[in-house]
């Protein structure tokens, strides 16, 4: 078997996202996927991912793994050439499932657990879709500000935080997502919240548990974006809430403020979507400066790295949760690597997602059902892209065949 083209695909909708397949001369072509800033992964494909993979054999995934991940630059963190070669690496896992006539999951050593508990990541439907810079002007909030669909979580936990705790009790949710504190650190630089705000973005903590007590696990999102003073007097004014963990707390880029942070705190430091590369996540997991390992598969160097990073974690008895708050390929590559890993954790889902744009863009999604996610049992990944979306308007495809 040999490549014979590689494929990008992108969406004027959803400028964000960009698609990766990959073609063989037996007809079988591989998906993936990465997120944002899609532009430079798109140069990086076809400039110097395609004309090395073009003619080789997909089969031999830890080979080209080496190759991508191993650039003369661009080899650490999230950059285009990471986000780039975790696309094109996904795609090659979803064609080893289709040649083996075996999900992804099992491949890499079969499944763990039957279905993992799934989280609630209070994203409204328009959540950083806008091609902008991450932050409080791209959180797509309705023109009203108001709830006028059912799956509106942003403006929910922001207005409404104990009926949203309600709704995704009732549809079998124990976990959510919430983000209150953004506004505050842009406003400052990350340098300084106030006693009046710090109450304020409190109020959403006290409304989930007064209206479900301590059903519902809180998960803290921070997007990196405190200093070390602040975001430990931020975790003190947390701990009487209880939250399940504080996620990207600080930049992770030092390590000893990471181990420095989660001393001052006894909650759970959850860390990070922005590490790629099983290097990047050495220090972190040895030093234990988190307590849960999150990884994003679309940007950690795809299902090679991800499942790497995975077993260093338990060697260190610390659990990984896939990250996923950007598209339904790395939503399901995540949920393969969680049901095999022995240490997987949760599942992230952003339900607004879910219930509508993903299902536009691929066939298959995982089975969600009263909180938890059950795996798509197809060969590969266990879904494709919609042969509606390769016909759209606003479609880019731009093809690598030599």
């Given at each position: 078997?040999?490549?014979?083209?590689?494929?990008?695909?992108?969406?004027?909708?959803?400028?964000?996202?960009?698609?990766?397949?990959?073609?063989?001369?037996?007809?079988?072509?591989?998906?993936?996927?990465?997120?944002?800033?899609?532009?430079?992964?798109?140069?990086?494909?076809?400039?110097?991912?395609?004309?090395?993979?073009?003619?080789?054999?997909?089969?031999?995934?830890?080979?080209?793994?080496?190759?991508?991940?191993?650039?003369?630059?661009?080899?650490?963190?999230?950059?285009?050439?990471?986000?780039?070669?975790?696309?094109?690496?996904?795609?090659?896992?979803?064609?080893?499932?289709?040649?083996?006539?075996?999900?992804?999951?099992?491949?890499?050593?079969?499944?763990?657990?039957?279905?993992?508990?799934?989280?609630?990541?209070?994203?409204?439907?328009?959540?950083?879709?806008?091609?902008?810079?991450?932050?409080?002007?791209?959180?797509?909030?309705?023109?009203?500000?108001?709830?006028?669909?059912?799956?509106?979580?942003?403006?929910?936990?922001?207005?409404?935080?104990?009926?949203?705790?309600?709704?995704?009790?009732?549809?079998?949710?124990?976990?959510?997502?919430?983000?209150?504190?953004?506004?505050?650190?842009?406003?400052?630089?990350?340098?300084?919240?106030?006693?009046?705000?710090?109450?304020?973005?409190?109020?959403?903590?006290?409304?989930?548990?007064?209206?479900?007590?301590?059903?519902?696990?809180?998960?803290?999102?921070?997007?990196?974006?405190?200093?070390?003073?602040?975001?430990?007097?931020?975790?003190?004014?947390?701990?009487?809430?209880?939250?399940?963990?504080?996620?990207?707390?600080?930049?992770?880029?030092?390590?000893?403020?990471?181990?420095?942070?989660?001393?001052?705190?006894?909650?759970?430091?959850?860390?990070?979507?922005?590490?790629?590369?099983?290097?990047?996540?050495?220090?972190?997991?040895?030093?234990?400066?988190?307590?849960?390992?999150?990884f994003d598969v679309a940007w950690v160097g795809g299902i090679s790295e991800a499942r790497k990073v995975a077993a260093m974690a338990e060697t260190h008895h610390l659990p990984v949760a896939p990250h996923d708050a950007t598209g339904p390929v790395t939503l399901i590559a995540g949920n393969h690597?969680?049901?095999?890993?022995?240490?997987?954790?949760?599942?992230?889902?952003?339900?607004?997602?879910?219930?509508?744009?993903?299902?536009?863009?691929?066939?298959?999604?995982?089975?969600?059902?009263?909180?938890?996610?059950?795996?798509?049992?197809?060969?590969?990944?266990?879904?494709?892209?919609?042969?509606?979306?390769?016909?759209?308007?606003?479609?880019?495809?731009?093809?690598?065949?030599?």
């Amino acid at each position: 078997m040999k490549v014979t083209a590689i494929e990008t695909i992108n969406l004027e909708e959803y400028p964000n996202v960009l698609w990766v397949q990959v073609h063989t001369d037996e007809g079988i072509v591989g998906l993936g996927e990465t997120f944002y800033a899609v532009e430079p992964a798109i140069g990086h494909v076809h400039q110097t991912i395609a004309p090395y993979l073009l003619g080789q054999n997909p089969l031999q995934i830890d080979k080209h793994s080496r190759h991508m991940l191993y650039n003369y630059l661009g080899f650490k963190t999230v950059g285009a050439e990471m986000r780039a070669a975790s696309a094109v690496d996904i795609a090659l896992w979803d064609i080893l499932g289709q040649v083996t006539n075996q999900p992804i999951y099992q491949l890499l050593g079969g499944a763990s657990r039957d279905k993992v508990r799934a989280y609630n990541t209070c994203a409204g439907y328009q959540y950083v879709r806008a091609k902008s810079e991450q932050g409080t002007a791209n959180f797509g909030m309705p023109g009203d500000g108001g709830k006028y669909q059912p799956y509106e979580d942003l403006v929910g936990f922001m207005k409404y935080a104990d009926e949203l705790a309600l709704s995704l009790l009732e549809e079998g949710y124990t976990g959510m997502k919430i983000w209150p504190f953004d506004e505050y650190a842009e406003a400052s630089n990350g340098t300084y919240i106030s006693t009046a705000d710090l109450k304020k973005a409190m109020v959403p903590f006290e409304k989930i548990r007064k209206a479900v007590g301590d059903k519902m696990d809180i998960h803290v999102e921070f997007h990196s974006l405190w200093n070390l003073p602040q975001a430990k007097r931020i975790a003190r004014a947390l701990a009487e809430f209880e939250p399940y963990w504080l996620e990207d707390p600080v930049k992770m880029d030092n390590v000893d403020v990471l181990c420095d942070y989660a001393a001052a705190t006894p909650l759970t430091v959850c860390g990070s979507e922005t590490l790629g590369t099983r290097a990047e996540f050495r220090a972190v997991i040895e030093r234990r400066a988190v307590g849960v390992v999150m990884f994003d598969v679309a940007w950690v160097g795809g299902i090679s790295e991800a499942r790497k990073v995975a077993a260093m974690a338990e060697t260190h008895h610390l659990p990984v949760a896939p990250h996923d708050a950007t598209g339904p390929v790395t939503l399901i590559a995540g949920n393969h690597v969680v049901m095999n890993a022995p240490n997987g954790l949760v599942q992230e889902i952003v339900r607004s997602y879910y219930a509508t744009w993903y299902r536009d863009i691929v066939t298959a999604l995982p089975v969600l059902e009263r909180g938890v996610m059950f795996p798509l049992t197809a060969p590969g990944l266990g879904t494709q892209l919609q042969d509606s979306l390769l016909k759209r308007a606003d479609a880019r495809i731009r093809s690598f065949t030599g």
